[in-house]
């Protein structure tokens, strides 16, 4: 059966296209393109110069406030211009780009092991947040904040996230199978800096090989454990994972510490033992590019920085009945403007839609049939929320907990009528919070 939660719906989920495929090293693009702001939270501010040399895990940036996180070189050569690039989404933000000059020269420290049992978990979060570790499960949220838990707030359990529960997306799947080590290592690590005894991982049922793999690096490890989550969306919901993994809700408003529990990605916690153990920095990540309307789906290790348009060649290319590239995995990915946009530290996958798949059905009125209801993960009522942001009494939706909505587009996915509810459940809340600023 497998661990749950109340709700949800599974899709099919077009895994079989990668989940064989091993994680592939790309070749090293010509020029990289480093945005300032990767993650949630102020942008980082540019300490290099047009024209200046640089080496791999440089940093490029420095954080400009707490909620801030530097970003590093993922290659060696020169500075050639910081200037605004367009991300996935067509908006502008400043970058630094880099010419490649293909020597992959290290910058000082990096990749160097050193002992870390010493360290105190103020030196690790200090660390963390300097190596600009931030969410890759797509959150992007800097790591070292979540870390960071106040006096009153006691962490029972770190909770991994290796639900990977996005359609088509199986770069996580992939990394627990081929490096479970450093993930267990990046969990442990987590485990010492919050002082939580117990650690737990959760891998929906679709992924045997990974629980298996995952089983055996915790085999000695007591207070670590392997759960397997029912194949649901959104399993991989945090608040979700907290309901499945320690059959507790987080208070509507609050945050998983308020029940004591930090959740973080897998992909994080290996990001976590590189930078702590070996000195690296967040400047690649593995994504996956697939669907049915690309030629070889790939599970592919690239720096950020490069051009979405590099995997997607690597992949074999684009096929002739292409309909859209999303950013992201079908529920919750968005669209790509343009390929020639940037991996940056949340770009999980890559998924090329054919004609076939991604025709738009026209939006029809609400037939009150309750569908989205059930299926709700956070037993919210989408249906009437979306009329009230439709006709602009916000205030009735927040009474209503569009506020706790977590945009997880599975309303959407059961709705006959096609309705594009996660598009009013964003705008909605976008107002409730301008309410709240100009009070």
Not at 1 to 13: A, L, Q, R, S, V
Not at 126 to 144: C, D, E, N, Q, Y
Not at 318 to 339: F, R, T, Y
Not at 363 to 379: D, I, N
Request: with cysteine; hydrophobic share 35%; charged share 20%.
């Amino acid at each position: 059966m497998g661990y749950t939660f109340k709700g949800g719906y599974h899709p099919p989920d077009g895994k079989s296209l990668s989940e064989h495929c091993k994680i592939e090293q790309i070749p090293q693009p010509d020029t990289v393109a480093i945005h300032l702001s990767q993650h949630i939270g102020a942008p980082s501010k540019p300490i290099v110069s047009i024209g200046e040399e640089v080496k791999v895990g440089q940093p490029l940036s420095e954080a400009a406030g707490f909620v801030s996180i530097p970003v590093h070189s993922s290659v060696s050569g020169k500075v050639k211009a910081i200037a605004k690039i367009a991300d996935s989404n067509g908006v502008k933000h400043d970058a630094v780009i880099i010419e490649n000059d293909k020597e992959d020269t290290l910058f000082e420290g990096v990749g160097v092991k050193r002992d870390y049992s010493d360290f105190t978990p103020d030196d690790m979060r200090k660390i963390i947040g300097a190596s600009g570790v931030a969410g890759m499960g797509g959150a992007r949220f800097p790591t070292h904040v979540k870390l960071s838990v106040p006096k009153d707030k006691k962490i029972t359990h770190v909770i991994l996230n290796g639900v990977e529960c996005e359609p088509y997306l199986t770069a996580d799947d992939r990394l627990m199978q081929e490096t479970p080590e450093t993930i267990v290592e990046g969990l442990l690590i987590m485990m010492k800096i919050c002082n939580a005894e117990n650690g737990i991982i959760g891998i929906e049922l679709n992924k045997p090989k990974a629980i298996e793999t995952m089983e055996k690096a915790v085999a000695n490890i007591p207070n670590v454990k392997i759960i397997g989550c029912k194949v649901k969306y959104p399993q991989g919901g945090e608040k979700q994972l907290i309901v499945a993994a320690l059959g507790k809700e987080v208070p509507s408003g609050g945050l998983p510490m308020d029940v004591g529990a930090v959740v973080s990605n897998v992909g994080t916690a290996h990001c976590i033992y590189e930078a702590i153990a070996l000195g690296k920095p967040l400047y690649e990540r593995v994504v996956t590019v697939t669907g049915e309307g690309v030629n070889s789906p790939k599970n592919i290790l690239a720096k950020i920085g490069t051009p979405v348009k590099n995997l997607v060649d690597y992949a074999g290319g684009l096929k002739e009945d292409i309909h859209k590239v999303i950013n992201g995995g079908p529920m919750m990915g968005a669209s790509m403007s343009d390929l020639l946009s940037p991996v940056h530290k949340g770009t999980s996958g890559v998924l090329c839609i054919t004609k076939a798949d991604g025709e738009l059905l026209e939006e029809q009125p609400c037939l009150s049939c309750g569908k989205c209801v059930t299926v709700c993960p956070m037993r919210l009522v989408p249906c009437s929320m979306a009329t009230l942001v439709e006709f602009g009494k916000y205030e009735e939706a927040q009474k209503l907990g569009i506020m706790d909505c977590i945009s997880c587009g599975t309303c959407a996915y059961v709705c006959p009528s096609k309705r594009n509810l996660v598009h009013y459940f964003i705008r909605g809340k976008g107002e409730v919070m301008k309410m709240k600023t100009t009070r």
